[in-house]
């Protein structure tokens, strides 16, 4: 197992460890956990809202507040209900530019019974940041954040 994916096992096990059923302070924990464990830019969550994602527990820069469904690489992300790996920002049509310094990023939605209730949304300064390891692995944390959040819409 590389450092990589050792990582990752460690987040995993330290999230059922930290699984909360109050879903703001899940995601904060765990956005505080993926940022100190890997240097991500900016990592945080959007949570769907009626008709729109808006912003949730993150570490990193500011960000934009409200996106839309179907909108940027989250709302694309929401739209579809898979995760989306974006290597080079500029080429996604429709990228939504938080932060001029992101250069690849990877949206994973949190699915209940087939709903999209939030979104996972990471960012690296670097182009190609993310590959399907990471999608493989950032499904399995999804899927133990949605076996124990309770999300209030
Ligand atoms: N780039 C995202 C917007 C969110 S920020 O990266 C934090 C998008 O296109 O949906």
Redesign the pocket.
């Known amino acids: 197992m590389n450092k990589r994916q050792n990582t990752y096992q460690e987040v995993l096990q330290q999230a059922v460890a930290l699984a909360d059923t109050d879903a703001i302070a899940y995601m904060a924990n765990i956005a505080a956990l993926l940022h100190s464990q890997f240097s991500f830019w ?1 990592v ?1 969550f ?1 949570r769907v809202k009626a008709d729109v994602l808006v912003l949730g527990p ?1 570490q ?1 820069p500011l ?2 507040t409200r ?1 839309g469904f179907g ?6 992300a929401w739209k579809s209900k898979h995760t989306i790996v974006v290597p080079d ?1 500029d080429q ?1 049509e ?6 001029s310094l ?1 250069k690849s ?1 990877i ?1 994973v939605p949190i699915l209940q019974n087939n709903e999209v209730m939030a979104v996972l ?1 990471i ?1 690296s300064e670097y182009p190609n940041a993310f590959d399907e390891e990471d999608a493989v692995y950032l499904e399995q944390l999804a899927a133990v954040m949605a076996r124990h959040i309770h999300f209030e819409q």
């Open positions: 900016w945080g959007y993150f990193g960000a934009c996106i909108k940027g690489v989250c709302g694309t920002v996604f429709g990228h939504i530019a938080c932060s992101s990023e949206v949304d960012d």
